[in-house]
C-alpha cells in the first residue's frame, strides 16, 4: 500500500460511523457525512471526491472486506472534468486597411467545447445556422460555406413559436451543440456566435466559458462574440445584423451572405481540457466459489455545481447530492456491514463497488466492465443503488426485472414482508451504472426511491432524506444478495424491453431519446472517433439492419458521426419510415448497414 493511499485509510478509518448505532442511524450518519458542507459536493477529480473514496475504503477495511482494485481498494482511471482557456486566444482581421488584433478581452470568448487551434477564411452570415424541414426553413439553401467562418445567430426564428403553446420554447434546432454540428458537417472551419437582438435578454452577455454542457470537441472551432464587434464587419460589406435578423423574423426567410471578398479572419482558439485521476473503490467478501454477485453505487456528485445543475443561478455552490447518489453510497456500506458480520458459507462471493465518474456519464462503471478486476464471466449479477434516499408512501422502483429469468418473482417474493409498494420495470437500460453490466449481458436490478424537486440542485440535503425508507430498500438488496449467492443455479440473463409507461427512471436513449425508432443502447466509455453501441434492442430497426453490441458507428445518412451528440441530433433530424445508411466499424473492419427507422415505441 502506498503512503497516500495509507494515509487516506487513516484519515477514513478515524471517522468510522459507530457500529453501535442503529441501521437507520448509522445509515443517516454516513449520508451526513457524505453530503456535508465541507465534502463541496464531491466533484470528479476534486479532494472532497478523495476523501470519500478514503472514508468507503476505510469502511470496508475496518470490516475486514478484502481489497479488491488495482491499488489496494482503488481502481485509478483519468476523466476529462472540464476546460480553461489556454493564453493563445486572438482573434485576426485581415482586409483592404490592414491588419487588426483582437483579444478575447474585447469583446468575444471561446466556447468550452470549441476545437483548439488555428483557422483562417473568408466570412459567411449563415443566419441562426439551421436547417429545419419542419418549418421549410433553411439559412444554408445555396449557401457555400465549405472552408469559411460561418457566423450564426444564438435562439432561432420566431416563427417557429407561432403555434399555441409554443411560446418562450425553443426547438432543438436553437442548441449550440446542433448549430456546430450542422455548420461542420457542411465543410465550415469554424463558427462565431452572436446574441442578435432578444427584447427579453437585456445587456448583450456572452456566455461564461465553462458554463455550457456538449461534448469535450464539438470537432470545430466555436467562439462567441458580442454584436457591437460583429455589427463593425457587417457594415464593410453594406449589411446589418439587427436588420439582417428582423428580415429573418418578419420575411420567414433566410438572409444568409458572404462578407466583402477582401475581409478575412483568423481565429486562434486554445481551450486546455482538465483532466483528473478518479476512483472506482472495490471490495470483496470471497464465496466457496469464483463466481460472484456485484453490488454497487456511484459516489460521485456535481460539486459546486456544473452544466448538469438544474439550478444555473446557483453554480458555485455546494451541490450536496445527499440522495444523489450519498444515499446509495450508505446503502452500500450497510450491505458490507451485513455481509462481513454474517458468517454463513456462501456459493458465491460479494463484489462491492463504489464508482466514481457516473455523473459525467456511467465512467466508472464502464471502466471496471472494460478492466474487470475480477473475472467478469464471473459476475451473476449486479444489484444497483441510485437514489434511494427520498421514499414517500412506501413507493419505490425496481428496474431491470426482465434481464433475467425468474427476477420479478424473487423480487417481489423477498418483497413481501417490506415496507414498500414496487413499481417495477424490465428495463436493464437507465441512467445509471448497472447499464454498463447489461450491456455484458450480467443480469441487473437497479433500486430507485424517485425524482424530487432537488434533484441536481444545492437543496438536496441529508436532512430531506428517509433513512428509515431507504433502509427497507437496503434491507431488500442485501436479501435479494444473500438468495443470489446462495442459489445453486445463476441466473440466466434475458433481453428485456422497456415498459414505457412504467414510473421507473428514464431508460437509456434507444437511440438518441428523440425522433424516430433506432434501437441502440450507447457504450458511455469514450473512443477516438464515433459512438460505440453498447448493445441493440432486440428486433429494432438497427437489429434488423444487421447492426450488432460493440459496433461503432461513424456515419448516420451521410453525416458523420463523432460522438453521441452527433447521433442524437442526426437522429432528431431523420423521419419515421425513412431508410438510412449506417457507416460502422466492426473489429476494425469498417462495414455498412441499411435501416429503416420506425415509429418510436
Known sequence: MNTRCRALLLAALSACVSLAATPAERYRDDVKLLAADEMKGRGAGSPELERAAGYIAGQFAALGVQPAGVNEYFQPFTVTTGAEMGPHNTITIE??????????????????????????????????????????????????????????????????????????????????????????????????LVNGERPDEGEDQLIKFGSLSGPDDAGIV???????????????????????????NLSKEPQSFTLSDNFTLTLSVDVERKQAEVRNVVGYIPGTTDEYVVVGAHYDHLGLGDESSLAPDKIGEVHHGADDNASGTAGLLEIARRFAEDKSEYRRGLLLMAFAGEEIGLLGSAHWVEHPTKPLDKAVAMLNMDMIGRISKGKAYVGGVGTAEGFDHLVKGLAHHRKLELDFSNSGYAASDHTSFTGK????????????????????????????????????????????????????????????????????????GYGPYFGSIPDFAEVPNGVRFADIRPDSP???????????????????????????????????????????????NPGEATVTLEQRR
Open 95 to 192: 482586409n483592404n486597411a490592414g491588419t487588426e488584433t483582437i483579444p478575447p478581452s474585447d469583446g468575444w470568448t471561446p466556447v468550452n467545447f470549441s476545437r483548439s487551434g488555428e483557422v483562417s477564411g473568408p466570412v459567411v452570415f449563415a443566419g441562426y445556422g439551421i436547417s429545419a424541414s419542419e418549418f421549410s426553413y433553411d439559412d444554408y439553401f445555396h449557401l457555400d460555406v465549405k472552408d469559411k467562418i460561418v457566423v450564426v445567430l444564438r435562439y432561432e426564428p420566431d416563427f417557429f413559436h407561432e403555434e399555441p403553446g409554443a411560446k418562450g420554447r425553443f426547438t432543438h434546432h436553437a442548441n449550440l451543440i446542433a448549430k456546430a454540428i450542422n455548420a461542420r458537417n457542411r465543410g465550415a472551419k469554424a463558427v462565431i
Open 441 to 512: 449481458r450480467i443480469p441487473v436490478l437497479f433500486f430507485f426511491s424517485g425524482l424530487h424537486g432537488d434533484y441536481h440542485k444545492p437543496s438536496d440535503t441529508w436532512d430531506k432524506i428517509n433513512a428509515e425508507g431507504a433502509m427497507e430498500i437496503v434491507g431488500l438488496v442485501g436479501d435479494l444478495t444473500a438468495e443470489l449467492r446462495g442459489a445453486d443455479d445463476r441466473p440466466k440473463f434475458t433481453k428485456a424491453e422497456p415498459d414505457p409507461h412504467s414510473g421507473a427512471a428514464p431508460s437509456g436513449s434507444g437511440g438518441g
Open 542 to 588: 438497427a437489429d434488423k439492419g444487421g447492426l450488432k453490441a460493440g459496433d461503432i458507428m461513424t456515419g448516420f445518412d451521410g453525416k458523420p458521426i463523432q460522438n453521441l451528440y452527433d447521433f442524437t441530433y442526426a437522429l432528431r433530424d431523420a423521419k419515421v419510415g425513412q431508410t438510412v445508411v449506417v457507416t460502422y466499424t466492426r473489429d476494425g
Open 222 to 248: 466555436m467562439i462567441q462574440a458580442k454584436n457591437d464587434l460583429v455589427e463593425k464587419w457587417f457594415r464593410r460589406s453594406g449589411k446589418s445584423l439587427r436588420l439582417l435578423q428582423r428580415d429573418i
